[in-house]
């Protein structure tokens, strides 16, 4: 573990510029698990930016979230989309543009990985009895960390990337590499941000789940979601993946392959939705 801290401190020189969680996703995460924040809460919360106004007004009119009338106001997208989805769409859009473009990453690419791991891990925390917004968020930000590291060291970054031709894989490739995974830097990242625990920790598991101590669900989730998440551009079933890349965790967690390859994603539907995130 301490060969792993001190890897990941070179992602994070004296010169660096992080990353800044815009103040309307600060407090949309504070709003976790506050039975008082309610509907109109968080569209008064969001009102305040307009910008993410915009942007969440476009999500709730695309073919993914949209009803038979078109949306045109926040109050009115509320409605149609619900607490949970509505926090969660505001937290997508201030997130991808939290962080710059990274050279040798495409941005449009990397971001629908995003938010498939984000699908993903919502549909695993529901099989897992996990906290589905935590999941979310979680899912969303894993490879956060990996845009920290293309702005040290953006030609080994892109390398580890072609070598990623097994669903799942990135960490491994990554780890001989960088003496850390991305999932390690992300975590470096959200306790910088003042993320709760349990998401620090889940992120620091991430790479080796069956090996944290202790056992981290969420990080699990993670690890899983983000093999969906590659199985998706790879063209791969879920199941395919999963069986190939973690028979322990699936055999641990006694997942339901079935259920999880009728769930999987449209690679269209996701880049719709990056597109509109901007």
């Not at 106001?73 to 926090?87: E, F, H, I, Q, S």
């Not at 850390?180 to 080796?208: G, I, M, N, Y």
């Not at 202790?214 to 199941?239: C, K, N, T, Y």
Request: aromatic share 6%.
């Amino acid at each position: 573990m301490e060969i792993v801290a001190n890897s990941v401190h070179r992602f994070f020189p004296d010169n660096l510029v992080l990353p800044t969680m815009p103040e309307v996703a600060t407090k949309l995460l504070r709003s976790f698990g506050d039975e008082n924040a309610n509907l109109n809460t968080l569209v008064d919360l969001i009102g305040k930016d307009a910008a993410l106004v915009a942007k969440v007004l476009r999500l709730a009119n695309s073919a993914r979230y949209s009803s038979a009338n078109n949306v045109t106001n926040l109050r009115d997208a509320a409605a149609v989309l619900g607490t949970t989805t509505l926090r969660n769409l505001a937290m997508a859009a201030c997130v991808t543009a939290a962080f710059p473009t990274t050279k040798g990453l495409d941005r449009k690419r990397f971001w629908r990985h995003g938010i498939a791991s984000a699908h993903y891990g919502v549909l695993l925390a529901r099989a897992m009895n996990l906290d589905t917004e935590t999941a979310y968020l979680a899912g969303l930000m894993l490879r956060s960390g990996q845009l920290l590291m293309a702005m040290q060291a953006a030609a080994e970054v892109v390398d580890v990337e072609t070598q990623v031709t097994e669903a799942g894989s990135r960490f491994g490739w990554e780890s001989p590499r960088f003496d850390c995974a991305h999932s390690d830097v992300t975590a470096e990242l959200a306790r910088r941000w003042k993320f709760p625990a349990t998401l620090v920790q889940a992120f620091a598991a991430a790479a080796d789940p069956m090996a944290a101590l202790p056992f981290s669900a969420l990080g699990a989730a993670l690890h899983m979601a983000e093999v969906l998440a590659d199985a998706m551009d790879l063209e791969i079933s879920p199941r395919e993946a999963l069986q190939d890349a973690v028979p322990e965790l699936v055999a641990h967690l006694h997942l339901d392959l079935d259920w999880l390859e009728e769930k999987q994603l449209s690679p269209a539907e996701l880049a719709q939705e990056v597109e509109m995130l901007g």
